[in-house]
């Protein structure tokens, strides 16, 4: 049987995952003279509360925006749009947009999507100051994001040191548990939530909140059956979870006696990875290839080609793939099909050719079943029935 590593996750240096988009001014301007589109400059994910909002540029003068924004860890409402970037207003003007609310099973597999409206019109507008970049949202449709502010840094507060200064404390007050996460996070889109685990419960959620001043999160919590039962409380930001805190609680006679104690895992980032998983991985038992790149923003990039050729054209499957500390692995729910032409060599060019995006599933890390010195990842897509796919890496 073959052994996952999880030692990694946590003995790894605790580095920031997110890029800072570039202050912009009058750059914006220099680099639609030199070629480059001017969004460059504001690439980057933003985040308030439970929305994050992730920007890209589309070509020489476009952007393309998607909104995530989380009722819970397994279903999200989705926006997809693009449009001209104006550089002397420093605004994105779309008519496309399409909103979907999105749901996940237990297993982070796609279950349903729900097209809620299409050909949406609104805008976004990026404003510098001396900290960092906002990004507001004007929605025409809905008006969801009206006076919020998304933003690309924690005010005041160092990126990696915030992501790392959570400190948790717990009261009990006649048989309920109140946990408390402290200091209060902003930005980023990432927030605390409670994962109610389904049948088996001792405990069941009171109320919980993220708008108490000075917490990132305050939850209460009642006994509904005698026993030993985990609290689990996790930051993510609807696509992945980061880190989580587990309490042990006792419950007796319906009501919470003590917390005995708990655990936290910590956030393993990208950057934290790329040592190992950046380059070719190669299929242990067929002709597939993995190709793993560090994202610019968060996550890797990764691209599966399946190594056939056939009429001087390769199939790659296409997703950018983040470490969720629940799963232990690399998850992705934007598996995409792509067609590529083989030009020379090893070299290609992608022509989309059937763009799905909504493909889902997990790379595990591992080792090798006879060296457990030699790394080995395990591949499985939710769409396949092969199971777990070896990949070793290229000398």
């Known amino acids: 049987m073959k052994k996952l590593i999880t030692a990694i996750a946590m003995s790894v240096v605790m580095t920031a995952g997110m890029m800072t988009p570039v202050m912009a001014g009058e750059a914006a301007a220099q680099t639609e003279e030199d070629g480059q589109n001017p969004v460059m400059n504001y690439i980057g994910t ?77 805008s976004f507008t990026f404003d510098d100051n001396e900290e960092g970049t906002v990004l507001t949202w004007n929605d025409e449709e809905e008006h969801v994001a009206d006076d919020m502010e998304f933003t690309n840094y924690l005010p005041g507060v160092d990126v990696q040191d915030n992501l790392m200064a959570f400190e948790s404390s717990t009261s009990l007050e006649d048989g309920i548990l109140t946990v408390s996460i402290s200091p209060e996070a902003a930005g980023g889109g990432f927030y605390w939530s409670y994962v109610d685990e389904g049948d088996g419960k001792k405990v069941e959620l009171v109320t919980d909140t993220t708008d108490e001043e000075g917490y990132a999160y305050v939850g209460s919590f009642r006994g509904i059956e ?45 950057d934290d990875l790329a040592d190992v998983l950046e380059g070719t991985w190669t299929e242990a038992d067929g002709n597939r290839s993995m190709n793993i790149e560090l994202n610019a923003v968060d996550g890797f990039d990764v691209t599966v080609s399946d190594g056939s050729g056939k009429d001087g054209k390769t199939e790659l499957y296409a997703f950018t793939a983040y470490y969720d500390a629940i799963a232990e692995g690399l998850i992705y729910r934007d598996g995409t099909t792509v067609e590529a032409e083989i030009t020379a060599g090893d070299e290609t060019e992608a022509e989309v050719f ?20 030699e790394i080995e990842l395990h591949w499985q897509d939710a769409s396949s ?11």
């Open 46 to 122: 933003y985040g308030k509360d439970r929305c994050t909002i992730e920007v890209t540029a589309d070509g020489s003068e476009d952007a393309s925006v998607l909104v995530t924004w989380s009722s819970s860890a397994w279903e999200h409402n989705e926006w997809q749009m693009s449009g001209p970037f104006d550089y002397e207003t420093r605004t994105i003007t779309y008519e496309n947009a399409t909103e979907k609310t999105v749901t996940f099973n237990d297993d982070g597999e796609l279950e349903d999507e729900k097209v809620i409206y299409e050909n949406g019109k609104g």
């Open 385 to 395: 029935d092969e199971g777990l796919i070896g990949f070793v890496k290229e000398a």
């Open 354 to 373: 059937e763009k799905t995006g909504d493909g889902s599933g997990i790379i595990m890390i591992g080792t090798m079943e006879d060296n457990d010195d």
């Open 226 to 270: 005698d026993g030993d039962d985990v609290i689990r409380l996790v930051f993510g930001n609807g696509v992945y979870v980061q880190q989580y805190r587990d309490f042990n609680v006792t419950v007796k006679d319906g009501e919470i006696t003590e917390c005995t104690g708990g655990s936290a895992f910590l956030p393993t980032l990208s």
